[in-house]
Each structure stands twice: as C-alpha cells, then as structure tokens.
C-alpha cells in the first residue's frame, strides 16, 4: 500500500492553534444549559457550567464571510488530507475542576496524532485533536482529546 | 430524586433514562449558545433536498450532553464526573423520540470509582451515541460515619 500520509502532512503532528482566552458568564452558561434541556437546577441558573460548556466556549467565532454555503466554517489546524469523507469518530473529556462564572480560560488545541490504516474498504485516515483547557494561573481545567477517521 | 450510595451500586445497577424528543426551537438555541450555523441544523429544504437527510439533524454534541445529563441527574452532588466519552454512531433528527440511559459496569467499593456504559436509544432501539463516564462517589467509609 502507497503512503497517503506524505513526510510533510506527518509533520503536522505537533501544530497548534494560537491560544484562545474566553470569560464565563452566568447569562452564557444558562443560555447553553437551557437549550440542552438540562433538569439540573446549577446549571440552569448559571451556578456551575455543564460537563459540555466548554464545547460552546470554545467554538469559533468566525465572521459570516468565513463561513461556507453550508455556513460551517474550515478547521485550520487540519492539513489537507487526502481523504476526505469523515466517519464516526469519538472524544473523551477528563474534567480537574467545574467551571464557574467568573472564571478566564486558556484553551489551546494541538493535533496530536494522524495515521492511516488499511481498513476492509479501503484506506483510512485518523487524526486526534487535544484541547487543553486551563485557568490564566494554569490550573487544569478540562483535557478533550477528539479522534475522527476519514475514508 | 434520590442519589446513589455506593453500597447500593452494582454492575448492572441502571441509571435513570430520559426521553428527549427536541423541536426545533431547542435546536436552534442550541446552535445559537455554539456559534454552529451549519444549515443541515435549521434549514429543512437545504437538509433534505441538497444534503440528503430525512429532516433537520440534532447536533451531536447535543446528545452528548445527554449523557452527562442522565449522570449528573444519578450522582447528584454525592460525586462528581471525572471522565466522559462518547462517539456520534448515527444521526437523528427533529421529530424522533431519543432515550438516553446507562448501565454501571465497573465499581471500585474502596476508591468510590464507579464506570457506567451510556446510551441514546432511537425507536427502533439502536445505539447511536455509545458513551461511557468515569464518576467518583464518597468511598464507603465516609458515608458509614456520616451516616450514624
């Protein structure tokens, strides 16, 4: 089987998006806590912010000329791959603390792995995404690390 | 609602399910609260007739909400969630009627770790969102001497 992962996209591994700071607030932890249709009493009042806050924290904010017709907008820390089709995929979240309002948080995300594998149909491109998420001191708040396979 | 005491738990022991059947509002909130202007969310002709799908989709993280929901909902403030997981097997769309549930399958009576398998169920009873939660109970000593 031919390469589809040259020398130069494997040096990828490693890339890292500039760090994002965002502020919590109360009023965006209960916006988001209310359209999940939470029961929990916290997290609809914006006391505490679900264990998928982060998720909407550290979504991107692009402008609307950024986004595509179908008004999604591109992942620059991803390379061009060769394929392109995405496939079920998965993140594990390992939470340290909850996040409050109030709190400053440094998100920063690194592609930390991409590899290929032969699969039954063909050739399979993986690629894992690790987003760090901290306090300004740098106290760990929350480690996402999302895996997707394209075909 | 009542909380789980570690001596309670076994593998086996099943947490709570939810039904969940989003509208549309819901789902537009949702993707507000992200940012995600992805049509197949709320534009029902540019979903069906140019992407394919029967009707608008329910976003994926949405139902991996629900499962830390169901357990945050079983643990209550007797624990606390160290790890979640999940994969979005299978779409579902506006107008189904989704369970989310799990099942322990691991406890730890010294430590107060407890794993659970988690689960979005369709109508048809498939697994779309396979999931899984690491949470940290008060170990059994403590609730002993608490308790008497």
């Known amino acids: 089987m031919t390469a589809l992962l040259t020398p130069e996209l494997k040096a990828c591994i490693g890339r890292q998006a500039p760090p994002r700071t965002e502020v919590v607030t109360r009023r965006d932890i209960?916006?988001?806590?209310?359209?999940?249709?939470?029961?929990?009493?916290?997290?609809?009042?914006?006391?505490?912010?679900?264990?998928?806050?982060?998720?909407?924290?550290?979504?991107?904010?692009?402008?609307?000329?950024?986004?595509?017709?179908?008004?999604?907008?591109?992942?620059?820390?991803?390379?061009?791959?060769?394929?392109?089709?995405?496939?079920?995929?998965?993140?594990?979240?390992?939470?340290?603390?909850?996040i409050v309002p109030g709190d400053v948080l440094v998100a920063r995300r690194t592609l930390t792995d991409l590899y290929e594998k032969s699969g039954?149909?063909?050739?399979?491109?993986?690629?894992?995404?690790?987003?760090?998420?901290?306090?300004?001191?740098?106290?760990?708040?929350?480690?996402?690390?999302?895996?997707?396979?394209?075909? | 609602m009542s909380t789980p005491r570690l001596a309670d738990i076994e593998v086996g022991s099943e947490l709570p399910d939810r039904e969940h059947c989003p509208d549309n509002i819901q789902l537009f909130f949702y993707n507000a609260a992200l940012w995600n202007a992805h049509r197949i969310?709320?534009?029902?002709?540019?979903?069906?007739?140019?992407?394919?799908?029967?009707?608008?989709?329910?976003?994926?993280?949405?139902?991996?909400?629900w499962l830390s929901q169901c357990v945050q909902e079983w643990i209550g403030d007797d624990g606390h969630l160290a790890k979640l997981s999940y994969s979005n097997r299978q779409a579902a769309y506006i107008g189904e009627t989704l369970r989310a549930g799990g099942k322990v399958t691991a406890v730890d009576p010294n430590s107060g770790r407890v794993e659970v398998a988690l689960h979005v169920h369709n109508a048809e009873g498939e697994n779309i969102t396979p999931g899984t939660a690491v949470v940290m109970l008060e170990p059994a000593s403590t609730q002993y001497s608490k308790g008497h």
Request: zero cysteines; glycine letters at 8%; aromatic letters at 8%.
């Open chain 1, 30 to 98: 209960r916006k988001y806590a209310i359209s999940t249709g939470t029961r929990i009493r916290k997290h609809l009042d914006g006391d505490e912010a679900p264990p998928l806050y982060h998720v909407a924290l550290f979504w991107d904010v692009v402008e609307l000329d950024q986004l595509t017709p179908d008004g999604v907008s591109v992942d620059t820390l991803l390379p061009q791959l060769p394929l392109e089709r995405a496939m079920a995929g998965g993140l594990e979240i390992t939470y340290h603390r909850p």
């Open chain 1, 120 to 151: 039954r149909s063909g050739p399979l491109i993986f690629y894992e995404i690790t987003l760090d998420v901290r306090t300004e001191e740098g106290t760990p708040v929350l480690e996402e690390v999302t895996t997707r396979i394209l075909r």
């Open chain 2, 41 to 65: 969310h709320f534009d029902a002709p540019y979903a069906t007739e140019v992407e394919g799908y029967p009707g608008l989709v329910i976003a994926g993280p949405l139902m991996g909400d």
